[in-house]
């Protein structure tokens, strides 16, 4: 059953996320709907997916399939997630090759690109929650780590103006995290 | 990952010409699904046709598969060490700010106009409030683009 569950819901993730980062606020719509992983083991997953080489959907999708339902579990993940993407691509090769150039798409993705770009945002906030204060919803009684909270207003606005190979961040986070005893 | 398909498949296989590959990619971005399955099957299947795309896309996950359940096992018996935990709460923040740095510029490049900032908005605030789910979120933005767009080609005709 847990086999089919993650099925359905990776393959929803495939088809409907668009872009990058965009499985992100799917996944955290699994933390709330089934008991599979917290936000907190969410949050160590989304970390290692992002610091290791590979599509972050797909190892986002191993991950969470391993942790909820063991090596099956990954496998049955990956396969649904790249299900959509292989059947869509093929369909484009094979007859709808200028679908790109479609009025009707273009429209849509003239809603799609805003409305990635809040689900993104959105996604950011509970991350930030997440690191500092140690749980994905905002709550005025949560505890605020100090440390990491400095880390991030500090690194922050480096991100944004220095657009490097995300990985050098990653590994200056392990390293300040070890050294300032996170 | 440009660089690499660019290297191994243009220069060294010589299986696409550079812009054949610009094509792709462009077309990959703008479909659902993981960005890499997206281009390995869009070149395998036209290269080679349909089993060699689906050989591309599963040759792009395998990787993945290898090194996250090897580090999700290492993981589960080193994160009680205070250092490893340590590192672990530092990559968070990391990518917490990777993450925003990306809706930064998701924002600059997507949302242009009074309109797509309504678009964005909304979808922010549908989303913390967990309002509604994301795939209704992804699909009435769909659709109201759909309608919006009609509206100004109405519009524009009308002018």
């Known amino acids: 059953m847990t086999y089919l569950l993650l099925f359905i819901e990776f393959f929803k993730i495939g088809f409907f996320a668009i872009g990058g980062l965009a499985s992100l606020p799917f996944i955290f719509d699994l933390v709330e709907k089934y008991d599979w992983f917290t936000g907190p083991e969410l949050a160590n997953m989304i970390a290692v997916s992002q610091s290791t080489p590979g599509p972050f ?95 991030l207003l500090v690194l922050t606005p480096f991100v944004i103006y220095f657009q490097k190979n995300p990985l050098i961040f990653v590994g200056l986070g392990a390293l300040v995290g070890i050294i300032f005893q996170f | 990952m440009l660089p690499i398909l660019q290297s191994e498949l243009v220069n060294r296989r010589g299986w ?38 689906i050989f591309a896309a599963l040759g792009m996950a395998f990787p993945s598969l290898l090194f996250i359940l090897a580090i999700a096992i290492l993981l589960q018996n080193f994160i009680h060490i205070p250092q490893v935990a340590q590192a672990m709460a530092g990559i968070k923040t990391a990518v917490a700010a990777l993450v925003i740095s990306v809706a930064v510029r998701l924002f600059k490049d997507g949302v242009k106009g009074f309109i797509a900032f309504i678009f964005f908005i909304v979808s922010l605030v549908l989303l913390v409030f967990n309002i509604l789910n994301p795939i209704l979120i992804i699909l009435l933005a769909a659709g109201f683009g759909i309608i919006v767009g009609l509206i100004k080609r109405k519009k524009e005709r009308k002018a």
């Not at chain 1, 798409?105 to 930030?128: D, K, N």
């Not at chain 2, 550079?18 to 094509?23: A, I, R, V, W």
């Not at chain 2, 990619?25 to 890499?36: D, T, V």
Request: charged share 10%.
């Open chain 2, 16 to 53: 696409l010409t550079g812009s054949e590959l610009m094509d792709f990619f462009a077309m990959a971005q703008c479909q659902p699904g993981p960005l890499a399955v997206n281009c390995a099957v869009l070149i395998g299947a036209s290269r080679f046709g349909t089993v060699a795309g």
């Open chain 1, 57 to 151: 959907a797909i190892n986002i999708a191993t991950f969470a399939g391993y942790e909820t339902a063991g090596i099956g579990g990954a496998l049955v993940a990956i396969i649904a997630l790249i299900l959509p993407s292989i059947t869509i691509s093929l369909l484009i090769v094979k007859v709808l090759i200028n679908w790109r150039n479609n009025k009707f798409v273009e429209m849509a993705f003239s809603g799609l690109r805003p409305a990635t770009a809040g689900l993104i945002a959105a996604i950011s906030i509970s991350l930030i929650s997440l690191a500092v204060c140690g749980t994905e919803q905002l709550s005025i009684h949560a505890s605020i780590a100090i440390k990491p909270l400095i880390f």
